[in-house]
């Protein structure tokens, strides 16, 4: 329940990569972090992290654009473990100071005031459920499948024909060989599936990704025109 999950987050540790950030966050002045919280809602969610990143660092201060992947690395972790134990925004930034105030490395950086300005600061950082915590759950969403695509190729190759003369060539085909390389569901191995592929067999996967462009098109004007939000991939 709610009380065990506050309970288990009370004892946590913060991951050493992750202390810059909350350095970032306790040491920004005023303008700085309300520059960066201005930016976590005007920014559209996205499942590719670097344009996510390069859309929200874009009017930022330079002082604060050097520490956004950073803080995007501490608090996606944050909101994750936020949706997974169903916690309040407050006792979760609570347990997260005391935490960063029990690190040597960390401790300075809260000492007095500093402390209750840092635990309000990540509250306000871990409020943006319409956005980062969207794009976090998109993403964990969108992994959920047996495999996953990562690349392709397509290789193109003449095959001789030969009839009675093994010394000449009579004939040729022009054949193609489809790489699908993927990612494992069950293991997360990359793999690679190979497909041969005829001409015909070219224009009719073509029709069949520009059909499936089409279908994409009209489900993101349906998703637009009643106001669910959709999430860039």
Excluded: W
């Excluded at 794009?135 to 001789?160: G, H, L, Q, W, Y």
């Excluded at 069950?186 to 070219?202: F, I, P, Q, R, T």
């Amino acid at each position: 329940n709610n009380h065990e999950s506050i309970f288990r987050i009370m004892a946590l540790k913060i991951p050493k990569e992750d202390f810059s950030a909350f350095v970032a966050i306790a040491e920004f002045d005023d303008d700085s972090f309300a520059a960066l919280l201005k930016s976590f809602a005007a920014t559209r969610p996205s499942l590719r992290r670097g344009k996510f990143t390069s859309e929200l660092s874009a009017s930022l201060p330079a002082n604060v654009q050097k520490e956004v992947p950073t803080l995007l690395n501490a608090l996606f972790a944050l909101y994750d473990l936020k949706g997974s134990e169903s916690l309040p925004t407050d006792a979760l930034s609570e347990a997260i100071t005391q935490a960063a105030k029990s690190e040597k490395a960390l401790a300075p950086h809260l000492t007095g005031d500093k402390a209750e300005v840092f635990k309000k600061r990540l509250a306000s950082a871990l409020s943006f459920d319409e956005t980062l915590g969207v794009m976090v759950k998109a993403v964990d969403v969108s992994t959920e499948f047996e495999n996953t695509f990562c690349n392709s190729r397509i290789f193109s190759d003449i095959r001789p024909v030969f009839t009675k003369n093994p010394d000449s060539v009579s004939a040729a085909i022009v054949i193609h060989n489809l790489q699908l390389g993927f990612h494992d569901g069950a293991s997360g191995d990359h793999k690679e599936l190979y497909v041969a592929l005829d001409d015909d067999d070219l224009s009719a996967l073509k029709e069949t990704i520009d059909r499936a462009q089409k279908k994409a098109v009209a489900v993101r004007q349906l998703l637009k025109a009643s106001k669910v939000t959709c999430v860039d991939v």
